[in-house]
């Protein structure tokens, strides 16, 4: 990679990392950061919401969050041009369940809602016309929704599979219908969900 920098800000580029990729990379690029005190930059390829949050996920045995800072992301206007349709399929179903979750939380404020709003509009946009950009946008968004309601039941029920070797999408996108679609009784009984919480 090259950087071009004045003699004075040269000091500065060994203290930058960045970060190009879904979810996982940003996660593991922001708590590099933090851990040797660096600047992280996000460039995102998927809509995952890594880019608004100020907490890094390492899974392993456990799933275990990790405190960092909310890195400076770029969103690209033509990068990428495209993604693999399994990739397309899951990074869709995460955003849209930041959405959803925000949307319901308890947590939810004016500023939460909002953004939350302006993500289902970009994913809306994306759906009609098919631009990437739209997408990357809607994640961004949705993730700071997340950043300050948190997620709830959908993300908490998606993780023993995760762990079980599921992506992060298809995980929370497969218990994101569980709990919505037509079969949601059978989800409450086998998850043994108090009625309260079902919304």
């Known amino acids: 990679m090259r ?13 930058i990392v960045l970060a190009v990729g879904g979810g996982s990379i940003i996660d593991e690029a922001k708590i590099y950061a933090k851990k040797h005190k660096m600047y992280c930059i996000a460039i995102p390829t998927t809509a995952a919401g890594a880019t608004a949050t100020s907490h890094g996920v390492v899974w392993d045995k456990t799933k275990k969050d ?33 959405i959803y979750e925000s949307l319901k939380s308890i947590y939810a404020t004016k500023k939460s809602v909002l953004f ?7 994913l809306k946009d994306y759906y009609k016309h098919k631009r990437l950009h739209d997408l990357l946008i809607a994640g961004h ?7 300050i309601t948190g ?13 079980r070797g599921w992506t992060h999408g298809k995980a929370v996108g497969f218990v994101h219908r569980l709990l919505c679609g037509n079969r949601r009784h059978i989800a409450r009984r086998a998850y043994k969900i108090p009625r309260k919480m079902w919304k």
């Open 66 to 98: 990790i405190k960092t800072d909310i890195p400076y992301t770029l969103i690209l206007d033509n990068y990428p041009k495209y993604l693999p349709k399994k990739v397309l399929k899951d990074t869709i179903d995460d955003c849209r369940a930041h």
């Open 151 to 163: 997620t709830n039941i959908i993300h908490k029920m998606s993780y023993p599979l995760t762990l």
């Open 141 to 147: 968004l949705a993730g700071c929704a997340i950043e």
């Open 116 to 122: 939350a709003e302006l993500a289902l509009q970009f």
């Open 3 to 15: 950087v071009f920098a004045s003699k004075s800000n040269q000091k500065f580029v060994s203290k």
